[in-house]
Structure formats: C-alpha cells, structure tokens
C-alpha cells in the first residue's frame, strides 16, 4: 500500500541516554525539553549530513533561529537559544568553517 510519504532513519548509540553529557542536561532546569530539542535537530538534518541547512540549487543556506524555530514549533525562542548553547558547550553540536551548526558524530 502505497501512501506517498517518505521515511528516513537516524540511529543514537544505545547508551546515549546514559551518557555524561547527557546526565549534565537532564539536571538542568529545562533539560528534558533540551534533550527533545536535540533530537528535533537531528532529525532536521538527517537528509544533509548532520548540518543545519537548506539547499536550494547550487545556493546553501544555514538554518537561522527563525528555521529552527519554525521546524522546532514547540519550543519558543529562548529554549532554543539556551539549548544550543548548552549543545555547543557540551560539543554535541558544532560550527562548521562556513559557520553552519553540525551535528558532532553524526557520521557515527
């Protein structure tokens, strides 16, 4: 039965859950909201790599904090901000050299 949609798949490594950095988010005040955060982000960019991103043609454009925002509608704007700043701390996300947020160990 065909429905038109489309799957994908990303994997987290099975003690993810049970990791430090994951250990250090829970204890913070919003920390379950940062670990769904986190998912959504990799799942915006499973079709590129791990990087925050849109391509359009030839033209690469970053995800900005009103894309995120959009494709991550449950959470306002300061979750996101602290979120991403905690990933950055943490190394869970990175900047690329063109300044486009990556997934770190995406490619794992």
């Not at 919003?30 to 079709?47: E, Q």
């Not at 791990?50 to 030839?58: E, I």
Request: with cysteine; hydrophobic share 45%.
């Amino acid at each position: 039965m065909a429905t038109g949609r489309k799957f994908y798949w990303f994997k987290l490594r099975k003690y993810f859950m049970e990791g430090y950095e994951v250990d250090y988010i829970m204890s913070l005040d919003d920390g379950a909201k940062y670990i769904v955060l986190y998912i959504m982000l990799c799942i915006m960019c499973v079709n590129t790599d791990g990087m925050l991103l849109c391509r359009l043609g030839d033209e690469v454009v970053p995800a900005n904090m009103q894309k995120i925002k959009r494709s991550c509608r449950f959470f306002d704007e300061e979750t996101i901000r602290d979120g991403l700043a905690v990933f950055l701390k943490l190394g869970l996300i990175y900047k690329s050299e063109n300044d486009i947020l990556a997934i770190a160990g995406f490619e794992d």
